[in-house]
Each structure stands twice: as C-alpha cells, then as structure tokens.
C-alpha cells in the first residue's frame, strides 16, 4: 500500500486547511486510516483516525471540536479538514494506514505516507 498526502501549506491563526491522502494498492479500502503530526523536537502526535466504513472517528485531544477526518473509499481517499488553525498546530502531518483496529500509537502502523507540512503564523 503506498499513501500519498497533499494539502499542507501556510495559513494564518484561525483559518483552515483541508490535507487528503490517497491510498493506492491492495485492500487500501479496508484499512484503518489515521493522521499523526510531528513538530520539530517533538514526538509524533497522534491526531485522528476512521475505521473502513467511516464511524466512530478518534482524534486527539488537542484537535477535538476543531478537526474533521473523513473518507471517501470510492476514491480511496481520507481527509482532514482543519478548522480554528493555532501555531501550535504547526506540524509536518502524516497520513497512516493499518488492517487492524484504530490505535493512537504509531508503532502500530504499517504504511506511512510522505508527509505534508503545515505552517500556522500567528
């Protein structure tokens, strides 16, 4: 399976960004599929995760009520639309996908996408 993100880019405190992520290969449409962010110095966060058929989405605690994953299996594709943007929020972002269930923790995670940076100015 390989992932392709897109979307990141500059964008003032309190605007929003869509990324996307298109996953190609076998069985990408039955794979758990995830967003992890990684800021420079830090760990990598988790920030959302949709199983196959789309319910029951998790995010992190400090996106909750400002971020939306989604999925379109039609075009095996995943979303995040990013509302609300902080500096904190500054990240290069990577799309990650699984066949077992959704976790947080990115050891669990086979395949990775390239990753797209987000930049928030305040």
């Known amino acids: 399976v390989q992932l392709q993100a897109s979307g990141g880019g500059l964008v003032q405190a309190g605007g929003s960004l869509r990324l996307s992520c298109v996953a190609s290969?076998?069985?990408?449409?039955?794979?758990?599929m995830s967003w992890f962010r990684q800021a420079p110095g830090n760990e990598r966060e988790f920030v959302a995760a949709?199983?196959?058929?789309?319910?029951?989405?998790y995010y992190g605690d400090s996106v909750k009520g400002r971020f939306t994953i989604s999925r379109d299996n039609a075009e095996n594709t995943v979303y995040l639309q990013m509302n609300s943007l902080k500096p904190e929020d500054t990240a290069v972002y990577y799309c990650?996908?699984?066949?077992?269930?959704?976790?947080?923790?990115?050891?669990?995670?086979?395949?990775w996408g390239q990753g797209t940076l987000v930049t928030v100015s305040s």
């Open positions: 990650a996908a699984d066949p077992r269930l959704p976790t947080m923790a990115a050891k669990y995670y086979t395949y």
């Open positions: 290969g076998r069985a990408s449409s039955r794979l758990v």
């Open positions: 949709i199983t196959w058929s789309g319910g029951m989405p």
